[in-house]
């Protein structure tokens, strides 16, 4: 492997804000002329519940909020107080305001129905690597929403087992040396810095595109002897002398590591084993909204055979292989793993 070149300060593929405005300004300029303003207000409460979680995450040590809950949710994970937390946070602020229709959360065995009538699905994971958070790493909430095709049919399945193809809107909160929010609602990429002494996000990049050049590749290279061989293919043509100058990171938290890579260029992956071919991520609250994100950033999103976005889900809770990021870095690993 490499040892770390120092790239320095690498571009950000995007436009720095050149004027102080609020993501609820922001999301009512660049809403379309015909729209509700349904799916703006639904931004602006994920919003709400991203400063309610990085208020706890920020006072996390202080306030007995680390360490596990003492339950496993139903992927037999252990659940964290701040996952706990998190989760409830988000059915709190989309609770009760007509706009949602039902809740899938990582941290619940099922939908949650809110509202029959409501026009919208909201995914999410609320609070990704969070097995990270006793060592004080960044942790973010992902989320995904999909509108309803029809309110007026009975809430099924075929509400929320939908490819990220029909997402209308995802994004992510990331609980960082800042507290950043990042969405698109499928004109563009755009990231807002939460002030806390104000309490507003406030918009830090818009347009954000993954840079030409990737700096960086994220995989967890310690479970690179569990991967089938394809895997060792394309970890050999990173490191190859005449391909781009990569460096690996991994954070162990998608969503931070997805961050990184989008300002600053590169792929993350997290595969199959031989033995677990589905890999870890689930595709509807991590893979899905990551991937939407990032063909709005001009990259794209694989499981290592076909796009992310046109997997369609047969269970809320499924995993996938997940490869995203740079678009030629995730199309150099489908002909990697393709290879026989
Ligand atoms: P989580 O949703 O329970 O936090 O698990 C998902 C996380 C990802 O954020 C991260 O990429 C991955 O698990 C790390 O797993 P590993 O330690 O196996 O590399
Ligand atoms: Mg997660």
Redesign the pocket.
Known sequence: MKTDPDPGPPPVGGRPADHLVTIERFLIDHQPASATGSLSRLLNDIALAGKLIASRTRRAGLTELLGKAGVTNV?G?DQKLM?VYADDAMTAVLSGQGRVAAIVS?EQPAPLVIDEAAPYIVVH?P??????IDSNVS?GTIFGIYRREDVSRPLSDADWLRPGRDLVAAGYVLYGTSTMLVYSAGAGVHAFTLDPEVGEFLLTWSDLRFPDDPVYYSL?L??APRWETGMGRFVEWLNRPDTPNLTQR????????FHRNLLHGGV?G?PGEVSRPEG???LLY?GAPLAYLAEQAGGRASDGIRDLLAIEPTGIHQRTPVFVGDRRLVDRLEICLAEV
Do not use: M, P, T, W
Not at 127 to 132: A, H, Q, R, V, W
Not at 250 to 257: F, H, L
């Open positions: 992927q994970e996952d990582e994971d609070l990704d690597g969070s097995s990270n942790v967890n310690a479970s991994y954070i162990g938290s998608a969503v931070a590591d993350f997290y870890k991520l689930r991590e």
